[in-house]
């Protein structure tokens, strides 16, 4: 049987948690995927960092609800996905990076953020071993945390199956099958499967699946490296982010897992373009002098081993969500600027409820943020 309500490509961070919501509400849903299973493109890259701590309420709305299902997870259906609420701590030492979290308070704490800006002391206790030297306090949202990309992306996919949604693997999408100006489906390189509606969850390659029906949509991959230590005795739980921009980095952040391991990622700036997923010898230098400069302590944790990823990149720093106006039928969920595993769980479901015509006024909020068709005229502060 290769006819269904929904087509979603791509089992990642995005597409699994938009199938599970499909699937619980019955609607009839295959995921189509070139890896060989869930979360073996950009979701194994991830670091695990949950937070609705963003600028923007549409990312707000979004995330608190992936926090609830994240921090509720193993109560409602028993698998660990090491879910661990620390908190994003965000250390100021430049009176300007305080003018600006202090500005955002007002639209956090209007949706519903439980954040405040703290003083130096408080983000030493938060951070213990902080450098203290011009530490002027920062900002702390306690509800924020983490948990494991594979381990959440494997649990969201068995619940999915128990609910009747169909997966296949090792399949390459050729194209979005499309006739007068709808879509049919998709055909990969060994079957057809039949569909009214596609859901663009393809990450990094979204461009190139919508080009298959001539539709151009503004997402840039980049590559960007991430690390992990050894693990030790726990003395943190918090992802801590430096937003202070230095040569060739803009900002960096890291946390220690349920495990004890610390786990690390920077942006580079410039951006480095492209699909290019091979470690760099500049990444680790560069990233451990801004780490242990921070916290000492961390001098002498080694390092197991790094990595490196794509980003999906808009140009204002927020995803791509919405209907296609020239081929019915096509929904993108594109974009995600690396922050498709916070976004996932909440935005299935209102991808969801996109499908079945039961938006909600917050879920407008979120749709018209993240409109395909915006302005892309005002970047997140927080991306």
Same mark, same amino acid.
């Given at each position: 049987?290769?006819?269904?309500?929904?087509?979603?490509?791509?089992?990642?961070?995005?597409?699994?948690?938009?199938?599970?919501?499909?699937?619980?509400?019955?609607?009839?849903?295959?995921?189509?995927?070139?890896?060989?299973?869930?979360?073996?493109?950009?979701?194994?890259?991830?670091?695990?960092?949950?937070?609705?701590?963003?600028?923007?309420?549409?990312?707000?709305?979004?995330?608190?609800?992936? &926090?609830?299902?994240?921090?509720?997870?193993? +109560?409602?259906?028993?698998?660990?996905?090491?879910?661990?609420?620390?908190?994003?701590?965000?250390?100021?030492?430049?009176?300007?990076?305080?003018?600006?979290?202090?500005?955002?308070?007002?639209?956090?704490?209007?949706?519903?953020?439980?954040?405040?800006?703290?003083?130096?002391?408080?983000?030493?206790?938060?951070?213990?071993?902080? !450098?203290? +030297?011009?530490?002027?306090?920062?900002?702390?949202?306690?509800?924020?945390?983490?948990?494991?990309?594979?381990?959440?992306?494997?649990?969201?996919?068995?619940?999915?199956?128990?609910?009747?949604?169909?997966?296949?693997?090792?399949?390459?999408?050729?194209? %979005?099958?499309?006739?007068?100006?709808?879509?049919?489906? #998709?055909?990969?390189?060994?079957?057809?499967?039949?569909?009214?509606? #596609?859901?663009?969850?393809?990450?990094?390659?979204?461009?190139?699946?919508?080009?298959?029906?001539?539709?151009?949509?503004?997402?840039?991959?980049?590559?960007?490296?991430?690390? %992990?230590?050894?693990?030790? +005795?726990?003395?943190?739980?918090?992802?801590?982010?430096? %937003?202070?921009?230095?040569?060739?980095?803009?900002?960096?952040?890291?946390?220690?897992?349920? &495990?004890?391991? #610390?786990?690390?990622?920077?942006?580079?700036?410039?951006?480095?373009?492209?699909?290019?997923?091979?470690?760099?010898?500049?990444?680790?230098?560069?990233?451990?002098?801004?780490?242990?400069?921070?916290?000492?302590?961390?001098? !002498?944790?080694? #390092?197991?081993?790094?990595?490196?990823?794509?980003?999906?990149?808009?140009?204002?720093?927020?995803?791509?969500?919405?209907? !296609?106006?020239?081929?019915?039928? &096509?929904?993108?969920?594109?974009?995600?600027?690396?922050?498709?595993?916070?976004?996932?769980?909440? &935005?299935?479901?209102?991808?969801?409820?996109?499908?079945?015509?039961?938006?909600?006024?917050?879920?407008?909020?979120?749709?018209?943020?993240?409109?395909?068709?915006?302005?892309?005229?005002? +970047?997140?502060?927080?991306?």
């Amino acid at each position: 049987m290769n006819s269904y309500d929904v087509i979603i490509v791509g089992a990642g961070s995005v597409g699994v948690p938009t199938a599970l919501a499909l699937g619980e509400k019955g609607v009839s849903t295959l995921v189509v995927d070139k890896k060989p299973s869930p979360g073996q493109g950009e979701n194994k890259h991830a670091i695990g960092g949950i937070r609705a701590t963003h600028s923007d309420p549409a990312k707000i709305i979004t995330c608190l609800r992936s &926090l609830e299902s994240f921090s509720t997870w193993a +109560e409602r259906f028993g698998d660990q996905i090491e879910w661990v609420k620390g908190g994003y701590t965000f250390p100021v030492y430049r009176d300007a990076d305080a003018v600006l979290l202090k500005g955002m308070l007002p639209t956090q704490k209007e949706y519903g953020l439980n954040i405040d800006f703290v003083g130096p002391k408080t983000i030493q206790t938060i951070i213990p071993g902080v !450098n203290p +030297e011009g530490l002027i306090g920062g900002t702390f949202s306690p509800d924020d945390g983490s948990a494991s990309p594979l381990l959440a992306i494997s649990a969201f996919y068995r619940k999915s199956l128990e609910l009747g949604v169909q997966f296949r693997f090792k399949e390459q999408i050729r194209e %979005i099958r499309v006739k007068n100006g709808r879509v049919q489906g #998709v055909a990969t390189d060994s079957v057809n499967y039949e569909a009214p509606v #596609v859901v663009d969850a393809a990450g990094a390659y979204s461009t190139d699946l919508c080009q298959t029906v001539d539709v151009n949509i503004p997402v840039v991959p980049e590559s960007h490296e991430a690390g %992990i230590t050894e693990p030790v +005795e726990p003395f943190f739980t918090s992802m801590v982010v430096d %937003i202070r921009p230095m040569p060739g980095s803009k900002n960096y952040y890291f946390y220690q897992n349920q &495990l004890g391991q #610390v786990i690390f990622c920077l942006t580079p700036e410039p951006p480095i373009v492209g699909t290019d997923t091979r470690e760099t010898s500049v990444f680790l230098p560069q990233i451990s002098a801004r780490m242990v400069e921070l916290i000492p302590r961390l001098r !002498n944790l080694r #390092v197991r081993r790094v990595w490196r990823g794509l980003y999906p990149m808009s140009a204002d720093g927020s995803p791509l969500v919405g209907w !296609n106006r020239e081929v019915s039928g &096509l929904l993108h969920a594109a974009g995600m600027c690396g922050q498709g595993f916070m976004l996932g769980p909440g &935005l299935g479901e209102v991808i969801a409820r996109m499908i079945r015509q039961e938006t909600t006024e917050k879920d407008q909020i979120v749709l018209e943020a993240f409109s395909p068709y915006r302005e892309f005229a005002v +970047e997140e502060a927080l991306k």
